[in-house]
């Protein structure tokens, strides 16, 4: 089945908002969490959160400002903060949940059943149902020209994940989290490892490291 | 088990990539084909692909200059076309293995076992193998000044996929297709789909569309 860019330009929005959003494969299931100046803070469900480099260590996500984390983005540029949150399997609907249009005043945290926690040195709230948490200071943010979205780039300053997930050269076992991912706009997915490769060589197929939780 | 900035910035090189690599959860496993102005192809595993938006529909992925798929940036600023091809689960050692440092004269896909596949209007190469293949023509890059690594901006102008995986609402079911995904910098896993939720909305919970395929 061929879509040509003119088939794509002619699908009714929202058949083309779910077509387009899926070609990115799968994606993380992570929810950002903000405040305000006035410490309000704020609860959104983001798949578009990305690896930028590991030294120092950033990470990117997309915002579009007409949709509805446009709250989170606000905040963000108020305090300069927030934290990503991965959703594990057990808490999808409340993470998707967060994606409704709750008034500005309102917390998603107690509207959707999540627990907001603070550590002693970072201002965003984090989720204390998540397994892996991250805390994060605003870098940059970019405009990204072509379709008026917002790039935001962070630095990670805190990292708070189970010990047992660590492994001994680094790799954090997302999938022993239960962490979630995202397909499409809506869709949900737990994990099953296939493998760990090593180093990719040239003149030889990349050797198995571990096919199972260690 | 909590780490800040200092313990981040204090560990060994190696380990931070695979720690920071895995904190942005699951990614899409995607093969990027592309061609040089001599029509030398290359094919490179590249795990940061992410959605930009769907009209236009933009997708989006972070280049590192020093790294392996240099050939492929060269290539896509040479000719201004290149390929997002899904890794199916049955070919994740093939995949992985396009990241060795093969010298810039070697075609990956001879080297690691995979087809090279035109379209008959797309330059860049497709994989033949896999089941959701995407041509996309360069709009912009803008450089990361942070890391100096490259955004490269694509606009889709050709899907191919099997017409049994798109949904009646234009849902792409990338599972049905044995997409892979990736954690970290060499984790591959499969995944089992938990629900897709409709449009969410303040006053109650996310209701299930569906669990398993359909």
């Known amino acids: 089945m061929h879509f040509n860019a003119s088939n794509i330009d002619q699908m009714e929005k929202r058949y083309r908002a ?8 799968f994606k993380s299931a992570n929810l950002i ?6 410490n309000q803070h704020n609860l959104a469900i ?10 120092p260590p950033l990470m990117g996500m997309i915002m579009r400002p007409h949709t509805v984390p446009r709250d989170t983005l606000q905040n963000i540029k108020e305090t300069g903060v927030f934290t990503i949150n991965h959703v594990n399997i057990e808490h999808v609907a409340q993470a998707h949940h967060t994606s409704a249009r709750f008034a500005e005043s309102v917390s998603e945290f107690e509207q959707v059943g999540l627990t907001p926690w ?3 040195t970072h201002r965003a709230p984090f989720v204390a149902e998540s397994k892996l948490k991250i805390a994060l ?8 020209a072509l379709n008026q979205t917002e790039l935001v780039i962070g ?9 047992t997930a660590v492994e001994a050269d680094g790799y954090i076992d997302i999938e ?4 979630a991912a995202i397909s499409g706009l809506d869709s949900y997915h737990s994990t099953s490892r296939i493998a760990r490769y090593g180093y990719a060589k040239p003149d030889m ?10």
């Open 33 to 38: 969490g903000s405040i305000n100046q006035s």
């Open 18 to 25: 779910n077509f387009i959003n899926a070609l990115s494969g």
């Open 137 to 144: 200071e605003v870098q940059d943010i970019q405009l990204l």
């Open 46 to 55: 983001v798949s578009s959160v990305f690896h930028i480099g590991a030294h």
């Open 205 to 214: 197929s990349p050797e198995i490291l571990s096919t199972t939780k260690e």
């Open 155 to 163: 630095q990670v300053v805190e990292v708070i994940v189970d010990e």
């Open 176 to 179: 022993q989290l239960n962490c």
């Open 118 to 120: 603070f550590s002693s």
